[in-house]
């Protein structure tokens, strides 16, 4: 599961949005299981996601899609690529 | 069937009257329940299953409710109002799957004050099935939806990929809803407060530790005011009586009363079942059991655990577990049963091994703590502490070993997180009721048959037998007096009066915190033993114990030679 460090300069990921920060998601870079579970929860290219908070230590962010709210674990909300607004 | 936390379960009581436990977190329910309701002239069998956001399982309790799909001949699908984007979802699958659904349109008093309307005609036009809006908590709406389900249909669908599928939900949504804007409500503020790491972890440590200390006081009230004096002024005099109806004496007299030296009774050492049996469990444990599942299900039904769960999640995965495993953990200070069955939310084995092992060896349930207050306590809170502190250590230690030493990867934290929502008195209340009645009718025959057991025993001379064989191994490494081996061998049956049974030894303050602890941890009780057998079968079982003899010696071990 561990993940190569990436400076990942060219594309903001739901893990470094700032909180209160609103963007797009453009791609989930990740397995299908992956796709699948953030499908689910309604989190998929296109879907606009505000930041709720995010916790110490790379520990969980929470996102706000449409009326629910979605906390995400550090490494897969690094695989979520946004757009911000 | 529906997505986690939408009021199936809340349904599902409406329907048949059989009530279930029900909370404000996904994944309160994880097994099924069946119960039956008239429908028109006949019976219909209703099955509550648990919750999921789609036909494709992650857990578990997602895998339960799918096996479900194909007995039943109509599905009920409980749709959240306040989402419906999401929920929607799911209902295409159901439709697609090509079974006869109706769609109960929940949490549809919620919709009005979070700004949102939905044209209900054009919803049924759309899915072209049956839709009623219902408020389950009061059961609005339930009428309409008994009476609907009958005209259950199953339009013809098309398979649809998940992007299809999405497409077709959004077009969906874009005509039935309409948004208007509104301000935050203090509720909305509160949860975002309670959620970041500062304020957060703050207002955590704030609702523990004021849910423990009201916990504590509550108890201790109801004991002090309510309980005793009934015991006391009304109990006693009628136990009095009756023992010098059976002459003061005798094996009928020691078995029922017990000792009665000097015409005062003795309610926790007496050892006898009308005494020591009735006074254990409803004058010590029911009260503490009363108020830690009033402060629990409070907890629940506001939405606060999930909440929890994100904030602790960073330092639980350096136990190998994520956040989630907070809520079976907190579940197991009730009782260590429900928690290890409401481990059925995580999503790995081996997460789900680790939680289960910890919850049986380093969480008291609630018999136990009762029991520890009220035994230990009466030493000094300094010594509770000491039981306790023992008992985090303990479950810090070896849930870093188990990290380590069992196969596989924790998966991360993916959860949806509830909105609060103020809790109705009456399903706090009836949930309350519900487990009080669970506790008394499981426990009362195995306290009484254990009080029972002990004086057979006693009267022929068996304990004395086991004391001396295993009396090494309890002065040695516990520096425990050897009559204390009884005790540790009853915990198998109950923890509670286990601890009771240490009180009449005259043990150092020291020797009590080291038994506590031991027999906290060592064997679980015969009810969390028959579920770890039936959730992990015979080799976790063996395997769990194992460990629980080991740490309970080392970590009692440790302890007397620190204390003595």
Redesign the interface.
């Known amino acids: ?1 561990t993940e190569k460090p990436r400076t990942d300069g060219e594309r903001l990921t739901a893990a470094r949005m700032a ?1 209160g920060q609103s963007a797009t998601v453009v791609e989930i870079k990740g397995g299908q299981g992956l796709v ?7 989190i ?1 290219p296109g879907k606009r996601i505000t930041k ?9 962010v ?1 996102v706000r899609v ?11 909300a690094r695989k979520i690529a946004v757009q911000p607004d | 069937m529906g997505n986690p936390n939408v009021g199936k379960s809340v349904i599902f009581s409406r329907l048949t009257g059989v009530h279930v436990i029900s909370s404000n977190y996904p994944g309160t329910t994880v097994g099924y329940t069946q119960g039956t309701m008239k429908l028109g002239e006949g019976q219909a069998e209703i099955i509550d299953v648990p919750g999921t956001y789609t036909l494709e399982p992650t857990c578990e309790a997602e895998r339960i409710a799918l096996e479900m799909l194909p007995s039943g001949d109509v599905v009920v699908n409980v749709v959240d109002a306040t989402n419906l984007e999401r929920n929607l979802y799911l209902t295409l699958q159901l439709l697609e799957s090509n079974v006869p659904v109706v769609v109960a349109l929940n949490l549809w008093d919620d919709t009005k004050h979070r700004g949102i309307g939905i044209d209900l005609d054009k919803l049924r036009e759309l899915l072209g099935v049956p839709v009623i809006p219902t408020v389950a908590v009061s059961g609005e709406g339930i009428k309409d939806l008994v009476s609907i389900i009958p005209r259950a249909v199953s339009p013809p669908q098309k398979a649809r990929t998940s992007e299809e599928r999405w497409a077709a939900v959004g077009q969906i949504v874009a005509q039935v809803q309409q948004i208007s804007h509104r301000h935050h409500t203090w509720l909305e503020h509160m949860a975002d407060a309670s959620i970041r790491p500062l304020t957060g972890s703050i207002m955590a440590l704030a609702i523990l530790a004021g849910t423990f200390v009201a916990v504590r006081f509550i108890s201790e009230s109801l004991i002090s005011y309510a309980i005793d004096p009934l015991f006391e002024r009304l109990w006693a005099p009628v136990i009095l009586r009756l023992s010098d109806l059976l002459g003061g004496s005798g094996l009928l007299h020691d078995l029922l009363i017990g000792n009665t030296t000097g015409g005062e009774i003795d309610f926790p050492g007496a050892l006898g079942l009308l005494t020591t049996g009735l006074y254990v469990e409803f004058g010590m444990v029911l009260p503490y059991v009363f108020s830690f599942y009033l402060a629990l299900g409070l907890l629940e039904d506001i939405g606060y655990l999930p909440r929890l769960a994100v904030l602790v999640d960073t330092v639980m995965h350096r136990l190998g577990l994520h956040g989630y495993a907070v809520i079976p953990t907190l579940l197991g200070f009730g009782c260590n049963v429900p928690g290890i069955l409401a481990t059925r939310i995580l999503e790995s084995k081996r997460e789900r091994f680790i939680a289960a092992t910890l919850i049986s060896i380093a969480i008291p349930c609630a018999s136990l703590q009762a029991m520890i207050f009220g035994l230990v306590g009466d030493r000094g809170v300094e010594y509770v502490l000491m039981v306790y502190g023992t008992l985090l250590a303990v479950w810090v230690v070896l849930g870093l070993i188990l990290r380590y030493g069992v196969k596989g990867f924790t998966p991360e934290l993916l959860i949806e997180i509830p909105p609060y929502r103020v809790p109705s008195r009456q399903a706090v209340l009836q949930k309350l009721w519900r487990r009080i009645r669970g506790f008394v009718v499981e426990a009362t025959p195995i306290v009484l048959g254990g009080v029972l057991l002990i004086n057979l025993f006693y009267s022929f001379g068996i304990f004395d037998a086991i004391a001396d064989a295993a009396a090494p191994v309890v002065t040695t490494v516990l520096g425990l007096p050897k009559e204390a081996v009884v005790a540790l061998i009853m915990g198998f049956l109950r923890k509670d009066v286990a601890l009771g049974l240490m009180a009449p030894l005259d043990m150092t303050a020291g020797q009590l915190v080291v038994g506590s602890v031991v027999l906290a941890m060592s064997f679980p009780c015969i009810a969390t033993f028959v579920i770890l057998l039936r959730e992990f079968g015979l080799r976790g079982v063996l395997k769990a114990t194992a460990i629980m003899v080991a740490a309970s010696l080392i970590a009692g071990g440790i302890l007397n030679l620190i204390l003595s």
């Open positions: 599961m909180t699948n579970r953030l499908d689910a929860l309604g998929r709720v908070s995010a916790a110490f230590m790379h520990g969980p929470v449409d009326r629910a709210e979605v906390a995400i674990g550090f490494g897969m």
